[in-house]
């Protein structure tokens, strides 16, 4: 077991899907299978559970997981003490989907503060492919995309962080079912943004299924204002609903028969070597990104009971 290994794991946990991670990691699929089949030999015990959707961690692979975050962090720490305290001090401009700041952004500055206060921090909202151009142009250090499609022929490199399904939010007076079929789904008329509607109609193409769409908002708290107000429903990533406490007025809806989802993405340029103060600020990221997810924010299960991140 190697730190290579342990990253390519991680990768696969992340995305929840070795075809995913394999692209991500610039790594052909069959020989991270064949990582992954190596190191389950070594630990003596299944780490994977493959799925029809992908793949998922058994028990032992939660641990390793915790236990391989852990490890990857500290690498990193010990990197940066290496590489001299004078460079994490500098300013990092990162980028981030408005559909991401409201639940991400919050806990970074808290993780940003209390591990390195010495680095200063600064975020830039835009959609991906904004963010990507402005990654290109070296307008932002380092950007959290929601999509891959935008980033072919970049010169940017992509890691997959996690998986997120799209639900319907509808005003809880509509009453609607917590399931509901995807036959259901296209009768109603739904608000989305541009993007997202791009995302999901592209995996819904294959199926012949043609939403319908009354209205195209490329904003996100005008959408959530809507459909916590109005009779409007829309079908979003379930993290743009999800608020520190229950909110009553909006009721989250699974589509099944189908799985719409989106990746979150971490994007930064190919450089031969990142700056102390980028490779800091992405085990912020992933650390964070790692507490979101535990409190089951990107998917629609209620969180487990919630915690600051000052805690961690």
Known sequence: ???????????????GSLTA????IAIAQPAL???MRALEEEMGVPLLQRTARGVRLTQAGVTLYEAAQRMLDEAQRVKRQLAGPAETGSRVVLGVSPTLS??????????????????RLTVRE??????????????VDMAIITSMGASAGRPLALHPLVGEPFALASPASMK????????????????????HRTVVERQLQPMGVHLNIHSEIDSVDAIRELVRTGDWCALMPVSMFKEPRHDAAITLTEVSGVQLNRQLMMATRIEATPSTAVAALREIVLAELARLNRMR??????????????SK
């Open 176 to 195: 609607i079912d917590p399931i509901i079929s995807l036959a259901e789904l296209a009768r109603l008329p739904l608000l989305m943004t541009t993007l």
């Open 1 to 15: 077991m190697n730190l290579r290994t342990l990253k390519y794991f991680v990768a696969i946990a992340d995305a």
């Open 126 to 139: 835009a959609f991906t492919p904004e963010l990507l151009d402005m990654l290109e142009k070296g307008m």
């Open 33 to 35: 299978s064949r990582q």
């Open 21 to 24: 991670a394999a692209e991500a």
């Open 102 to 119: 409201r639940v991400l952004v919050p806990g970074l500055f808290e993780r940003c503060h209390r591990t390195l206060d010495e680095m």
């Open 297 to 310: 924010v990107f998917n629609l299960g209620k969180a487990p009971g919630r915690t600051s991140a000052r």
